[in-house]
Nanobody, 130 residues
Framework: VQLQASGGGLVQSGGSLRLSCLAS????????MGWFRQAPGKGREFVAN????????????HYADFVKGRFTITRDNSKNTVDLQMNSLGPEDTAVYYC????????????????????WGQGTQVTVSN
């Protein structure tokens, strides 16, 4: 599985952005998908996860506490995409955002841990100005 993230950019505080991750391969729907972010000088942190079409975690979504009510993760299995709609952005949301694929073999592992994901996209920069 190859992942390509896009949609990042510069936005003013209070604004919105929509990130998209395009996956290659015919088995995309079998993967749980996650978004993580990494700010300068910090570790990579969990943002959101959406379960696969079938199997453990199917139909579920999970969010980090700091994005609940502001971010929404969705997927379109027919297009092999997973999106992250981000609203009410603040400077603290500035980071490189990464999409990642969680295989069925790791589906029972924590959705918020980077080690649960096997494939990673290249990242897209989100910068929120005051």
């Amino acid at each position: 599985v190859q992942l390509q993230a896009s949609g990042g950019g510069l936005v003013q505080s209070g604004g919105s952005l929509r990130l998209s991750c395009l996956a290659s391969g015919r088995t995309f729907s079998m993967y749980g998908m996650g978004w993580f972010r990494q700010a300068p000088g910090k570790g990579r942190e969990f943002v959101a996860n959406i379960g696969p079409r079938i199997g453990w975690g199917s139909g579920s979504t999970h969010y980090a506490d700091f994005v609940k009510g502001r971010f929404t993760i969705t997927r379109d299995n027919s297009k092999n995409t997973v999106d992250l709609q981000m609203n009410s952005l603040g400077p603290e949301d500035t980071a490189v955002y990464y999409c990642a694929a969680q295989p069925q073999a790791r589906s029972r592992m924590s959705y918020s841990s980077t080690t649960s994901y096997e494939y990673w996209g290249q990242g897209t920069q989100v910068t929120v100005s005051n």
